[in-house]
């Protein structure tokens, strides 16, 4: 069973890029002439979306460089701790939902701190796993469609990732205890 598995994670990727371009030909569409077009649409998106990208980069730079966020950390660590959430892993509650490359870098930080076998880096990576950059997305494919009003998905995606969080936390409880 295992063999089958390594086959086939081995062969789908190659698969799944030579079986495209080779049902478009069968299907008489034309490949290249598609794929440009796709292209320029990609990057008209890409132009559109810059500002977006630019307003939230800039607001999660001021949010961590006027320490609000460790602030907000320092007021919310001794519940946390309450609950079994190791203080180490605090900031990327904060982080993930604004950033998926920096809540990244953190997590890469934590495993080289505690060790990649660590509670803490267990618990980090199930959370990176289980939430979501939220205002990435919402700015990126709201901005990319041009919905100015995002209704219930910013309120929806925060609750997720909050639930997400303590789910994560609650799983690495249940699985692996305290290491």
Not at 41 to 51: C, L, V, Y
Not at 83 to 88: I, K, S
Request: charged residues 15%; hydrophobic residues 55%.
């Amino acid at each position: 069973m295992l063999d089958l598995i390594q086959l086939v994670s081995t062969w789908a990727i190659p698969v799944i890029i030579a079986f495209i371009p080779l049902y478009a030909a069968f299907r008489k569409i034309p490949t290249y002439e598609s794929f440009i077009d796709g292209a320029k649409d990609g990057f008209s998106t890409a132009i559109g979306i810059i500002p977006s990208l630019v307003g939230m980069l800039t607001a999660i730079s001021m949010f961590r460089a006027s320490g609000a966020m460790d602030a907000i950390i320092g007021l919310f660590r001794p519940l946390f701790e309450r609950f079994g959430v190791p203080a180490d892993v605090l900031p990327l509650a904060l982080l993930r939902p604004l950033t998926g490359a920096g809540s990244l870098a953190y997590v890469t930080d934590l495993i080289k701190e505690h060790g990649p076998d660590s509670f803490v880096a267990r618990i980090a990576s199930t959370i990176q796993g289980s939430t979501d950059t939220t205002l990435y997305v919402i700015t990126v494919y709201f901005g990319a469609v041009g919905i100015r009003n995002s209704r219930y998905a910013l309120k929806v995606g925060l609750i997720s990732d909050f639930i997400g969080f303590f789910a994560a936390v609650a799983a690495c409880w249940l699985l692996f205890g305290l290491v």
